[in-house]
């Protein structure tokens, strides 16, 4: 049973552009959501994260949008720039902080094109 | 300030044999968590080890075990091996469970174990 689910494997973008990644989840019990990059031959990083008690978190180009009651979040980067090109996972918790099991999304490989 | 290092990076064994995968947290962090990514697929958790004990355990056989030493560093093993179990293998650290509000998993590279 896929806990939490990133329906579109590809996203391209132009460069300046705005990205929109999306993940959807069906355990209520989620608390605390992430997004992690990958590049290949490289581990995930940490990029933004977003309480269950918030609606929107804003670092820099990147905007999480939370919507409870769909079940939704979203990812949003402006502007998108080539170095933007990766993997993207969204990730969910039960547990407040992220600092416990993490369940994530089969990813979204995000292409930044000239 | 070194980050969450792992080794081997990559690996080939044959079914039936046994793996031991090592990780270093990051300096500071006293938590590891690891985590199975197969081809296409987001990571998978397995087990996380804080205080030198399993804490929580993923859906995963006993196959897959772990351990981790008073300096925090952790190692994976795996006994029995399967084709199934080819695939990118990650650790994260992070500090102590519900210790503070925000408390992100730093991931290494991880290591590619290919099972022929």
């Known amino acids: 049973d896929q806990q939490v689910k990133q329906n579109s494997p590809s996203l391209s973008v132009q460069e300046g552009r705005i990205s929109i990644l999306n993940c959807d989840y069906t355990n209520s019990m989620f608390d605390y959501f992430l997004w992690y990059k990958k590049y290949p031959a490289e581990g995930p990083t940490f990029l933004i994260s977003?309480?269950?008690?918030?609606d929107k978190n804003e670092d820099g180009r990147f905007t999480v949008f939370l919507n409870k009651s769909a079940k939704h979040l979203s990812l949003h980067i402006v502007p998108s720039q080539p170095g933007d090109s990766a993997v993207y996972f969204c990730?969910?918790?039960?547990?407040?902080?992220?600092?416990?099991?993490?369940?994530f999304g089969t990813g979204t490989q995000l292409k930044v094109e000239l | 300030d070194a980050g969450v290092t792992q080794s081997p990076t990559h690996l080939i064994k044959t079914r039936g044999q046994q793996v031991t995968l090592r990780c270093s947290p990051k300096?500071?962090?006293?938590?590891v968590s690891w985590y199975q990514q197969a081809l296409g697929q987001g990571p998978q958790f397995i087990f996380q080890?804080?205080?030198?004990?399993?804490?929580q355990r993923g859906n995963f056989p006993d196959r897959f075990s772990g351990h981790q030493f008073p300096n925090y560093s952790s190692e994976l093993n795996v006994n029995a091996l399967l084709l199934g179990d080819s695939a990118l293998y990650l650790c994260a650290s992070s500090l102590t469970p519900g210790v503070r509000i925000k408390n992100i998993q730093y991931f290494g590279a991880g290591t590619r174990l290919s099972v022929l």
């Open positions: 977003i309480s269950s008690i918030k």
């Open positions: 300096s500071g962090h006293d938590t």
């Open positions: 080890y804080y205080e030198e004990e399993e804490r």
């Open positions: 990730a969910a918790t039960p547990f407040t902080g992220g600092g416990n099991k993490l369940t």
